[in-house]
T-cell receptor
Framework: DAKTTQPPSMDCAEGRAANLPCNHS???????VYWYRQIHSQGPQYIIH???NNETNEMASLIITEDRKSSTLILPHATLRDTAVYYC?????????????FGSGTQLTVLP | DAGITQSPRYKITETGRQVTLMCHQT?????MFWYRQDLGHGLRLIYY???????DKGEVPDGYVVSRSKTENFPLTLESATRSQTSVYFC???????????FGSGTRLTVV
């Protein structure tokens, strides 16, 4: 599995963009980057994933550097409900399925 | 209702008892997963399944048994519960590799 490194915590003002970085310098050419978040006591929620091109959906944007060694998840207008732990994951393949290995993630706190 | 459901939401059991946690999904997703989440360890993969009758061990399989006779169900059994298995258990499903996982709401298990 490619190891990912994220800052343990970040703050963001409500209404501003939240930019969450992730380093994955050992990622291989065909490995995707996935982002999930977990709001307190709930199951993790899929946000977005990408390979090399930037991606956008209704929740967020994902910017992947050209060398693919890092990425940034962008929440364009953070709200209080976006307070959660955000996980950047490069799934490994073992056995019969590609598996998600959750690290410590980044605790994002959106401040009023 | 469509989705992925876990039951029970809360369970208290005694050491040595057998307990089964249920997971049911209505999408006919091929892949299903069981994770446990403990303070200080994050989410750890217990078992996963790529299809009916195909199961594989994850990171922490000891003390657990799974089965998948039907695509929609993936029960997790603790054959002889121990206090160290006190945790929050999350089930997830995925249509196929490369797709995001959808997680259930979790089962909070306490072994006394």
């Amino acid at each position: 599995d490619a190891k990912t490194t994220q800052p343990p915590s970040m703050d963001c003002a409500e209404g501003r963009a939240a930019n969450l970085p992730c380093n994955h310098s050992t990622i291989s050419g065909n490995e995707y980057v996935y982002w999930y978040r977990q709001i307190h006591s709930q199951g993790p929620q899929y946000i977005i994933h990408g390979l090399k091109n930037n991606e956008t959906n209704e929740m967020a944007s994902l910017i992947i550097t050209e060398d693919r060694k890092s990425s940034t998840l962008i929440l364009p207008h953070a709200t209080l409900r976006d307070t959660a732990v955000y996980y950047c994951i490069v799934p490994g393949v073992r056995g019969s399925a590609r598996q998600l290995t959750f690290g410590s993630g980044t605790q994002l706190t959106v401040l009023p | 209702d469509a989705g992925i459901t876990q039951s029970p939401r809360y369970k208290i059991t005694e050491t040595g008892r057998q307990v089964t946690l249920m997971c049911h999904q209505t999408w006919s997703h091929s892949y299903m997963f069981w994770y446990r989440q403990d303070l200080g360890h994050g989410l750890r993969l217990i078992y996963y399944s790529a299809a009916a009758d195909i199961t594989d061990k994850g990171e922490v399989p000891d003390g657990y048994v799974v089965s998948r006779s039907k695509t929609e169900n993936f029960p997790l059994t603790l054959e002889s519960a121990t206090r160290s298995q006190t945790s929050v258990y999350f089930c997830a499903s995925s249509l196929r590799q490369g797709y995001g996982y959808t997680f259930g709401s979790g089962t909070r298990l306490t072994v006394v």
